[in-house]
Structures are given as structure tokens and as C-alpha cells.
């Protein structure tokens, strides 16, 4: 069987010897040669059906702490909005937020993909860079392979800490500030979270043929928005 020639010559992996197996593994031993193979034949099967399935599996397994974990997020969002709710009518959006939750979540994540390559993609073409939106879909959806490494990594992690998911960010060094807007900030910058964005910046480098300065600043900028958006929420995970 063919195997990703790593790092051997300067050439992208043939596309045609690549298999789905080789692309997951080139994407974390090797995402410069293996983001060039996967832009020049775009695919976003694999990526959909890695966003349907993670976090979903997690969310499942570890039901009792996903259930927590909602509720935590979900109460403090009512109590600081401006709708006035009996405490029934809290505890009745809250279950219902539980149950929804666990199936919308995929899809949220789908829909972020979209809206996010979509962004990385009209900026990349502000900078005249190359590409059509799929190869951006796909160079993006493969780059969520970080993501499951995470969420493989945070099942049998859950088992040993009783906590939903792994923390292997900054906000460890305080974690006696978790309801301070630093400890959200700390949060974000994760170890994976990074090394995900960093993937994207590779391939939205392949694809675009932009500078790669340009193209790791529009990312981490990207990125930076990302942790404001999801503070309040990156504070229980």
C-alpha cells in the first residue's frame, strides 16, 4: 500500500495515491504536503461527517456531564438576560435547552464551518488570492481533524477527572479566576484550539497561494474573534 512520503522533497503527495486514512494522518504528522493533496481534489464528505459524529460521540458517552455542563451555560444565560422568567419557567428552557442541545450542536458546528470558511474565503479573495470556496471548505473541514484528536483525547479524560473536557489551556495557571473575563480569555487560547487555527492558516496558504503572512494574520485575527464570541461559554468547559 502507498504511504504519504514525509517531508522527502518539496512536492505535494500525489492526490491519487492518498486515501481518506492518509489525509487524517498527513493532516497531523504533515498538513503543509498533505493541505497542497488535499486542495488540488477538494472533498467535504469526510469533513461533514466529522462534525456530525464529534462531538456528539463525546456528548453520548459522557451524557451525565454534557447535561451539567448545558445546564451550567444555559442558566447563567437566562439570569443575565433581561427576560423576566419565573424560576419554573427557567428550569423548564433549561431542560429543553439539554435536550436540543445535544443534537444541534453538529449542526451549529457545521454551520460555523460554513459561515468561517466563507469569511476566510472572501478575504483571500480580497488579497486576490487563488482557490474556489470548495477547496477552502475542504482544506478547512480537514484541518477539524485536530478537533477529534481533542475530543478522542477527552473521552477517557472524562473518566479520570469527571469533567466534560480536557483543559490544556493558559487558563490553568488560574484557576481560581474561573468567573473572570481573564480566565475566558486564558481559555481560548488552547493548545488544540492553536494548533487547529494553525492548520487552517496552512491551508488556506495552499489554496490561496497569498503570502503567508498575510494569511496567519487573517486567521489569527479570525481566531481572536472566535474567543470573544465564546468566552462565557470556554469558561465552563
Partial sequence: MEIINLNTNNEAPE????????????????PSETMKAIAAKPTVIVPIIMFLLM????????????????????????ENSSANMTPEQIA??????????????????????????AI???????????????????????????MVVYYLLCIPVSYMT???????????????????LLY?????LDFFSLWYFLVIGIGAA????VSKAKVYTVVGIIFIVSIAMAINTLKFM
Fill in 55 to 78: 462531538p456528539l460521540a463525546l456528548y453520548i458517552l459522557r451524557y451525565d456531564l454534557y447535561e451539567e455542563f448545558m445546564r451550567n451555560i444555559t442558566q447563567m444565560s437566562l
Fill in 92 to 117: 423548564a428552557a433549561v431542560d429543553m435547552s439539554v435536550k436540543i442541545g445535544i443534537f444541534s450542536t453538529p449542526l451549529s458546528m457545521m454551520l460555523n464551518w460554513l459561515i468561517g470558511t
Fill in 15 to 30: 492526490v491519487g495515491k492518498l486515501n481518506v486514512f492518509q489525509k487524517i494522518a498527513g493532516v497531523v504528522v504533515s
Fill in 184 to 188: 475566558g480569555i486564558l481559555r481560548g
Fill in 206 to 209: 495552499a489554496v490561496s497561494k
Fill in 162 to 180: 469527571g469533567t466534560l473536557m480536557l483543559n490544556s489551556s493558559l487558563a490553568l495557571i488560574v484557576p481560581h479566576m474561573k468567573e473572570s
Fill in 120 to 146: 476566510l474565503f472572501g478575504i483571500m479573495k480580497i488579497f486576490k488570492g487563488e482557490g474556489n470556496f470548495k477547496q477552502y471548505l475542504s482544506v478547512t473541514g480537514y484541518a477539524y481533524v485536530i
